[in-house]
């Protein structure tokens, strides 16, 4: 009799230490186990974290988006440092220079269109001490190239000392390096010669360059 009592009670010990261990909640033994939803986690009784239902995208520093620990897009936190250079803005002051009769001469560009043609005008002083004023003018297409004065009507007017006669010339060269015309700009070069209109004085401008000379339509 003593004997199957001994029995029983070791069975139903038995039984109790089977069904404790059960009820024991691991949530790191990566197993689906214990009444989880997922492996690790939603279990009923709250003990294990809730299982993302949104999925684990990976955070890289090559997707194309500021994620993860990224200060910016795929820069920064754990990916290389952001790029903080800080880039000069673009000048857009227009500039007009050239050597007139040997002498550098500098002077502030302006465009202007009018009716057709885009006149390119500057006036200073050059390191002689003569106060010049170069106007250019071009009736012909917006385009970047390099032009005849005698082939499509470019002509420029050159004025020394405002008593000078002026003195126009259809013998040169008028490159555009650039014609911006987003934002419109125009920037290249000149170089031309011409006679005073009394008959007497030869002018040669040459090395000539305009940058950003704005101008409308």
Not at 171 to 193: E, H, K, M, R, W
Not at 194 to 217: I, K, M, Q, R, W
Request: glycine share 12%.
């Amino acid at each position: 009799m003593k004997a199957k009592i001994l029995i029983m009670l070791s069975l139903c010990f038995a039984l109790l230490l089977n069904s404790n261990c059960k009820q024991t909640y691991t949530c790191t033994d990566g197993q689906q186990n214990q009444g989880e939803t997922g492996i690790d986690c939603g279990d009923a009784a709250g003990l294990c974290p809730p299982c993302n239902t949104t999925g684990t995208p990976t955070a890289t520093c090559t997707d194309g988006i500021q994620n993860g620990t990224e200060t910016g897009v795929d820069c920064g936190g754990t990916c290389p440092a952001c790029d903080t250079t800080v880039e000069p803005p673009v000048t857009t002051d227009p500039n007009m220079s050239a050597n007139v009769n040997g002498s550098a001469w500098e002077a502030t560009g302006a465009g202007i269109d009018s009716y057709g043609s885009l006149s390119i005008v500057g006036l200073g002083v050059t390191a002689a001490g003569d106060s010049v004023t170069i106007a250019i003018s071009y009736a012909g297409d917006y385009l970047v190239g390099t032009y005849d004065f005698a082939d499509i009507g470019v002509g420029a007017v050159i004025a020394i000392n405002d008593v000078t006669a002026e003195c126009a010339s259809t013998i040169g060269t008028l490159a555009f390096n650039t014609f911006d015309t987003i934002n419109q700009q125009v920037s290249g070069t000149f170089t031309f010669t011409c006679l005073d209109a009394d008959g007497n004085s030869l002018h040669t401008v040459d090395s000539g360059t305009f940058t950003s000379v704005p101008y409308t339509e």
